[in-house]
């Protein structure tokens, strides 16, 4: 089975920088697609930044030139550098990452999500 979990989050001021980081574990034959998601309270979850494994980079308009999404292929790790964080910036985090495995003995490719970390931004 596959296990995505996050790691990082807490509670920082405005102005501040935190680091989150995400490890993907289990039976894995190929890791595709890494990134971020957020959800505020009341609100839908969104985009934050996703990388392929082909270095391919997105990200939300509202953290361009704040966040950073960097990969580590060999560990199967994501993270993501978010610096001058506003109190718009609240919300869990979630990891999502899409994952080649073998599944009833078949090689698939499914998509998953870690269990979220809180990043409280005071202002």
């Known amino acids: 089975q596959v296990q995505v979990v996050e790691s990082g989050g807490g509670l920082v001021q405005a102005g501040g920088s935190l680091r989150l980081s995400c490890a993907g574990s289990?039976?894995?034959?190929?890791?595709?697609?890494m990134g971020w998601y957020r959800q505020a309270p009341g609100k839908q979850r969104e985009l934050v930044a996703t990388?392929?494994?082909?270095?391919?980079?997105n990200y939300a308009d509202s953290v361009k030139g704040r966040f950073t999404i960097s990969r580590d292929i060999a560990k199967n790790m994501v993270y993501l550098q978010m610096n001058s964080l506003k109190p718009e910036d609240t919300a869990v985090y979630y990891c999502?990452?899409?994952?080649?495995?073998?599944?009833?003995?078949?090689?698939?490719?499914?998509?998953?999500w870690g269990q979220g970390t809180q990043v409280t931004v005071s202002s």
């Open positions: 289990g039976v894995i034959f190929s890791m595709n697609t």
């Open positions: 999502y990452a899409v994952v080649g495995t073998v599944l009833l003995g078949e090689k698939r490719t499914l998509n998953f």
């Open positions: 990388k392929s494994s082909g270095d391919n980079t």
